[in-house]
Structures are given as C-alpha cells and as structure tokens.
C-alpha cells in the first residue's frame, strides 16, 4: 500500500485538496483510505464522507498531538490496509510547527496558504522544510507579485521540494497531485519506520496535568528563557522626555527643534 503524509496549519485547504484529489484517482480506479489526526474536533471525516471517500479521525485530546500521532500509527495504518485501499493518506492538522509527520521512504506533502503572512514559511519548520512535495493554496485572493514573494520564501526553507499552486475549489492543480499521490512509494509496514525530524522533548510536571505556576512545581524537563537585564532607570531623564526635551514628545502644532 502506498502511503502519503500531508501536513499544514488549521484551515490552509489540505482536505479540500485531498478530497479532490482521491476523488480524482477513484475515477481511476485507485481507492484511497484517509486518516485525519486531530486535537479537538474535526468534521473533515464527513467532508471524505461526502465526496465518496473512506475516512476516520483521531482526536488526540489533552494529550501532546505530535506523539498520538506516532503511538497510532501502527493502527492508523492497519485500519487503512483494512478497508483494501491501495493508497493510504495521513492528514494531519499541522502538528505543532516544531516537529513533523513525515516518514522516511514516504511520500511528504507540505500544504500552505498565500494568506499566512510574508513570513510563515520559516515559522512552520520541519514539516515544510523536509517536505517533498509544498502545495499553495488560495493564491487567487493575492497578486502574482505576492505569489512569486511567497514561492521564494518557501524555496528559501525548502531547496529540493517541488512547488505547486494548487485550488480544492476549483480543482486547479487536482490532476497533477491525483498522479503524485498514486506514485508514492509502496510500503509493506510502517512498524521499524522512521520520522524524518525528532520530536521534541515533553516529559515535565505540565505534561502530568499539573497547573500551578511557578519554580517550586516544575519537574522534569524544564528549560528556562534567558531574559537580557533591564536598563537601569533615569528618572531625571524620563522627567524631561515626558517635558518635552529632545526626543520628548512635541505639543500640538509644534515641529522642529526646541531653541
């Protein structure tokens, strides 16, 4: 069986892609079998549902979303061979930027959207930068300049990626992943797999439902910010900034330098 990873923030469009997509290659008589890992609540099962497609969600809860993932996907994938699908595709709701979902020897798809700001490409992390595959979507509600700014930054975090603009609405660029995906690599199990990127390190007094703030509670894994010392006060000169001395504010209708 065939598996794929697909990874993104909430609400970029990667089930609207995916569904279009499988329902692409069901046309071509390949059946696909989705799994979407969750936090708190999805409807995207019912949206699969809708369109044809065999799908189930996992809802990790109070529990770190990045390990559910790993801890299930032995059984993600079982339910997936399960249903005689041919192609097994994992979407997940981006997990927490820091790490990633991708598998080494499996096909990895990245999904993003032009409205996540100038900058989102070197904030999203592993999941983008080991990805194979960076879909784009909603780049009809920007300009070409912007699209072309945007693609630049995401070959900045990621050299090797092929990049796509890609529609769920429209089915823009629908055809071409459809023939991706039924090219994944073929995988006997995931069992023995590896991540592409380590998760991080999680095993503290928070991470036991603890509460309470402060030093005296935290346990385990605690790493600790180094803040830079704060400038010493000079109430002399905070007197006569607010007075209106030099890099002071100015009254109303005044400009120029005081005599």
């Given at each position: 069986?065939?598996?794929?990873?697909?990874?993104?923030?909430p609400?970029?469009?990667?089930?609207?892609?995916?569904?279009?997509?499988?329902?692409?290659?069901?046309?071509?008589?390949?059946?696909?079998?989705?799994?979407?890992?969750?936090?708190?609540?999805t409807?995207?099962?019912?949206?699969?549902?809708?369109?044809?497609?065999?799908?189930?969600?996992?809802?990790?809860?109070?529990?770190?979303?990045?390990?559910?993932?790993?801890?299930?996907?032995?059984?993600?994938?079982?339910?997936?061979?399960?249903?005689?699908?041919?192609?097994?595709?994992?979407?997940?709701?981006?997990?927490?930027?820091?790490?990633?979902?991708?598998?080494?020897?499996?096909?990895?798809?990245?999904?993003?959207?032009?409205?996540?700001?100038?900058?989102?490409?070197?904030?999203?992390?592993?999941?983008?930068?080991?990805?194979?595959m960076?879909?784009?979507?909603?780049?009809?509600?920007?300009s070409?300049?912007?699209r072309?700014?945007?693609?630049?930054?995401?070959?900045?975090?990621?050299?090797?990626?092929?990049?796509?603009?890609?529609?769920?609405?429209?089915?823009?660029?629908?055809?071409?992943?459809?023939?991706v995906?039924?090219?994944?690599?073929?995988?006997?199990?995931?069992?023995?797999?590896?991540?592409?990127?380590?998760?991080?390190?999680?095993?503290?007094?928070?991470?036991?439902?603890?509460?309470?703030?402060g030093?005296?509670?935290?346990?385990?894994?605690?790493?600790?910010?180094?803040?830079?010392?704060?400038?010493?006060?000079?109430?002399?000169?905070?007197?006569?900034?607010?007075?209106?001395?030099?890099?002071?504010?100015?009254?109303?209708?005044v400009?120029?330098?005081?005599?």
């Amino acid at each position: 069986m065939r598996l794929v990873t697909v990874a993104g923030p909430p609400s970029c469009g990667k089930t609207a892609v995916l569904s279009r997509a499988c329902g692409l290659l069901a046309a071509r008589g390949v059946r696909t079998a989705v799994i979407k890992f969750d936090c708190l609540q999805t409807r995207d099962a019912d949206a699969y549902a809708a369109a044809g497609i065999t799908a189930v969600a996992a809802l990790s809860g109070g529990l770190c979303p990045d390990h559910f993932f790993a801890t299930n996907l032995e059984e993600a994938w079982d339910w997936a061979a399960g249903t005689g699908a041919e192609c097994c595709v994992i979407e997940t709701a981006g997990l927490c930027n820091r790490c990633s979902p991708h598998l080494r020897g499996a096909l990895a798809l990245c999904v993003v959207d032009n409205l996540m700001g100038i900058d989102a490409p070197e904030k999203i992390g592993p999941m983008l930068r080991l990805a194979d595959m960076v879909l784009v979507t909603k780049g009809d509600l920007v300009s070409q300049a912007e699209r072309e700014v945007y693609r630049h930054r995401i070959r900045q975090m990621n050299g090797r990626a092929l990049i796509r603009h890609i529609n769920g609405l429209t089915g823009q660029g629908c055809q071409e992943l459809a023939t991706v995906l039924s090219r994944a690599p073929d995988i006997a199990t995931v069992t023995d797999m590896r991540l592409r990127f380590a998760m991080p390190a999680a095993v503290c007094s928070y991470c036991l439902s603890e509460t309470r703030i402060g030093a005296r509670y935290q346990k385990g894994n605690v790493r600790k910010a180094e803040f830079a010392p704060v400038p010493a006060r000079d109430p002399e000169g905070e007197a006569a900034y607010a007075a209106g001395g030099p890099g002071g504010p100015r009254e109303p209708g005044v400009s120029g330098e005081r005599p």
